[in-house]
């Protein structure tokens, strides 16, 4: 009878201990997972063509994400960005409103335009967000044609900052001079 009560409470003991160990790791594992946030990119509005007309003058672009950086970068707190993702986000973008206005936007075109985003920030204050991004245009010889920073400020929403300075962006380069002359056929 004694030896049963010996197993009984070594196999009780190596449960509790199992139960003890598993609960620290669930623990753990939740508060690491909880400590990073990714956000992603979301929806933009359409630039109207009242805002800024077709453009004429057989413009022809490629467009190409040069940010090589794949892993989340920090933004504000806890909250990263995949800068790679936001640039072909960007490209995506700025390439659908090049063609609302008349530009053909092809991988083939011999007039490449290379895109990276070199940095992104958020500013939370009370009651507004403000989003401030940094893109960087370059000939595929590394010359830099244009950089650009945007800030835009929303009422307590990231995801309306973040929009603000996507379209803005576009939209000052849809009227850069130096960047269509870059689309300009050769």
């Known amino acids: 009878m004694r030896e049963k009560l ?3 409470s070594k196999g009780e003991k190596k449960i509790t201990r199992f139960a003890q160990n598993a609960g620290l790791l ?5 508060t690491l997972a909880g400590c990073m946030q990714v956000w992603h990119p979301g929806s933009v509005p359409d630039l109207s063509l009242d ?3 077709a453009l004429s003058g057989g413009y022809s672009v490629a467009l190409v994400n040069d940010q090589r ?3 989340p970068q920090p933004v504000i707190g806890n909250a990263h960005v995949n800068y790679n993702e936001w640039t072909e986000f960007f490209i995506n973008y ?3 409103e090049l063609r609302k206005r008349g530009v053909n936007v092809d991988p083939g075109s011999p007039n490449k335009i ?3 985003l070199d940095g992104f920030t958020v500013q939370q204050g009370f009651a507004k967000m403000r989003a401030n991004i940094h893109f960087r245009f370059s000939t595929s010889d590394g010359r830099i044609i244009k950089e650009m920073y945007e800030t835009d400020t929303s009422g307590m929403s990231a ?3 973040f929009a603000g300075v996507i379209y803005h962006t576009a939209e000052k ?3 850069d001079r130096e960047v269509l002359d870059r689309m300009k056929g050769y």
């Open 6 to 8: 010996l197993q009984s």
């Open 26 to 30: 669930a623990v753990l594992f939740f």
């Open 51 to 53: 805002k800024v007309g």
């Open 69 to 71: 950086e794949m892993r």
């Open 94 to 96: 700025y390439a659908n």
């Open 114 to 116: 290379l895109v990276k």
């Open 159 to 161: 995801g309306r900052a």
């Open 173 to 175: 380069l849809l009227t």
